[in-house]
């Protein structure tokens, strides 16, 4: 008897086309439908299951909505590519690592989260902090505060930024819950529905990418060992009515290259000369492992062109949620006014946190702390690498992101549901493209896993390699 696509339980309360929809989903994630794959039509699949064809045609429809199938007039309904469902809906790793103490996988080696070990944590120094506020501000935590933010933390990091040759006013500091909601605010605040042209990186952070391909047009540059190719860049500027470029400076993902500070200078120029803006992300640029880099914002002197997003999930406590935007006097206005539809302001406790962590010399200290791990955790890597059929593909000087290449012969998404069987974590390459990637190439980040479990990954994963080289 020939098996059915999809079997479907009208006992269950789950719609009907939402159990087809799953099932085609689930069985394309598997890669037991491959890409290209004919699926039965709209009729057959109907006359199989006995039900109403257009309860086939919304589960299709939502699988075409969600990037898994693509119609063919005249010809049928096929499996997409499989490296661009990905961009839709996160990898379960993804959406794992975010979890953190909600869930404990046992004997998996998590190399896809950037939250920093739980030994890194300051545990302590957050409990005493969280003790002194309740004692120190009372009820005061418990109320709204300003949609701007916290004055005093505002006012706090205008004065630290001026070490750094940011010179800002507090008044152009908006606190937001994350770097995401930065990049939120930033959309509504910038696009409209006949300027939404946008530039990103050739591979670039897949949070962004899955953020902007709604509401944005976007262009891409392919990405070079310090920076964007500026001739491509250029190219698109000149051509197109381009709204902004989101870009990430320093160890950025997936990659963990840095910009030259002669490119930095160049991308100030050429969004001053276009007149567009750089909307940058900045959450690692203070994970250095030896000399700091030049901050973007110091260029931009005149306070024209750049907003810039910087968060301390991935140097204090992610848990906390706390980051914020450096923005244009012409912008902070919208961006206020954004945030306060969103969710009016930020937790005043969260913030009152975080403003004693960075007053008491404590977020200093223990930034020093995870730089020397994490310079450590990474040379260990290069001594693993050294005889490993995994090649580094760029020289990291901070941050915890690497980009690997694999085997010529080894298929990345297959390499990947391979490494989930295993209890190894890890982000196919093609997720951090807005089409087709390369498919050789994997990000691995070393946040969050010790030297122990480094080593344990690296066998792991090795063994794969050398047992699915023998099947080629």
């Known amino acids: 008897m020939r098996k059915h696509l999809v079997n479907i339980d009208t006992s269950k309360t789950t719609p009907i086309y939402k159990q087809i929809y799953i099932e085609i989903k689930e069985k394309i994630d598997s890669v037991e439908l491959t890409e290209n794959t004919k699926l039965p039509s709209i009729r057959q699949l109907s006359m199989q299951l006995n039900i109403n064809n257009l309860t086939i045609l919304k589960a299709y429809n939502l699988l075409e909505t969600n990037g898994y199938i693509y119609k063919k007039q005249g010809s049928g309904v096929f499996v997409k590519k499989r490296e661009k469902c990905l961009y839709f809906e996160p990898p379960k790793e993804v959406l794992e690592s975010f979890k953190g103490g909600e869930v404990i996988i046992q004997d998996n080696i998590d190399f896809v989260s950037g939250t920093p070990s739980k030994n890194l944590l300051p545990f302590d120094d957050f409990k005493e902090i969280t003790i002194k506020i309740l004692e120190k501000d009372g009820v005061d935590i418990l109320t709204y505060h300003n949609t701007k933010g916290y004055d005093k933390l505002r006012y706090y990091l205008s004065k630290r930024l001026e070490q750094t040759g940011i010179n800002i006013s507090h008044k152009n500091i908006q606190i937001v819950s994350g770097a995401q909601q930065g990049l939120d605010l930033t959309l509504k605040v910038l696009l409209s529905p006949k300027n939404n042209k946008i530039i990103i990186a050739k591979p670039t952070y897949h949070g962004a990418i899955n953020t902007f391909r709604k509401d944005c047009k976007?262009?891409?540059?392919?990405?070079?060992?310090?920076?964007?190719?500026?001739?491509?860049?250029?190219?698109?500027?000149?051509?197109?009515?381009?709204?902004?470029?989101?870009?990430?400076?320093?160890?950025?993902?997936?990659?963990?290259?840095?910009?030259?500070?002669?490119?930095?200078?160049?991308?100030?120029?050429?969004?001053?000369?276009?007149?567009?803006?750089?909307?940058?992300?900045?959450?690692?640029?203070?994970?250095?492992?030896?000399?700091?880099?030049?901050?973007?914002?110091?260029?931009?002197?005149?306070?024209?062109?750049?907003?810039?997003?910087?968060?301390?999930?991935?140097?204090?406590?992610?848990?906390?949620?706390?980051?914020?935007?450096?923005?244009?006097?012409?912008?902070?206005?919208?961006?206020?006014?954004?945030?306060?539809?969103?969710?009016?302001?930020?937790?005043?406790?969260?913030?009152?946190?975080?403003?004693?962590?960075?007053?008491?010399?404590?977020?200093?200290?223990?930034?020093?702390?995870?730089?020397?791990?994490?310079?450590?955790?990474?040379?260990?890597?290069?001594?693993?690498?050294?005889?490993?059929?995994?090649?580094?593909?760029?020289?990291?000087?901070?941050?915890?992101?690497?980009?690997?290449?694999?085997?010529?012969?080894?298929?990345?998404?297959?390499?990947?549901?391979?490494?989930?069987?295993?209890?190894?974590?890890?982000?196919?390459?093609?997720?951090?493209?807005?089409?087709?990637?390369?498919?050789?190439?994997?990000?691995?980040?070393?946040?969050?896993?010790?030297?122990?479990?480094?080593?344990?990954?690296?066998?792991?994963?090795?063994?794969?390699?050398?047992?699915?080289?023998?099947?080629?």
């Not at 262009?219 to 964007?228: A, H, I, K, P, S």
């Not at 791990?373 to 693993?384: D, H, P, T, V």
């Not at 690498?385 to 941050?399: N, Q, R, T």
């Not at 190894?424 to 498919?439: A, K, M, W």
């Open 218 to 472: 976007i262009f891409t540059v392919n990405l070079e060992n310090d920076g964007f190719n500026l001739d491509e860049l250029e190219e698109i500027l000149a051509t197109e009515n381009i709204n902004f470029i989101y870009t990430t400076m320093d160890f950025e993902s997936p990659t963990g290259i840095s910009w030259s500070e002669e490119k930095k200078k160049k991308l100030v120029e050429l969004a001053k000369k276009y007149k567009v803006y750089i909307v940058e992300e900045d959450c690692v640029s203070d994970l250095f492992f030896d000399k700091k880099p030049c901050p973007l914002k110091a260029l931009d002197t005149n306070d024209e062109c750049i907003i810039s997003i910087k968060s301390f999930s991935k140097n204090l406590i992610p848990g906390i949620r706390m980051a914020y935007m450096i923005v244009p006097d012409e912008l902070i206005q919208k961006v206020i006014s954004a945030k306060f539809t969103s969710d009016i302001s930020c937790s005043g406790f969260n913030q009152r946190i975080l403003l004693e962590f960075l007053e008491s010399g404590i977020f200093d200290k223990n930034l020093e702390k995870i730089r020397k791990i994490y310079k450590e955790r990474f040379s260990y890597i290069k001594g693993l690498l050294k005889d490993s059929p995994l090649k580094l593909e760029y020289e990291i000087a901070g941050g915890f992101n690497l980009w690997l290449k694999l085997p010529e012969e080894i298929d990345v998404n297959k390499f990947y549901l391979s490494c989930k069987q295993i209890g190894v974590s890890i982000l196919p390459g093609n997720v951090f493209y807005l089409d087709e990637g390369n498919l050789n190439y994997f990000r691995l980040s070393f946040a969050a896993a010790d030297e122990n479990q480094i080593k344990e990954g690296f066998n792991r994963m090795e063994k794969l390699i050398k047992k699915s080289s023998k099947k080629s």
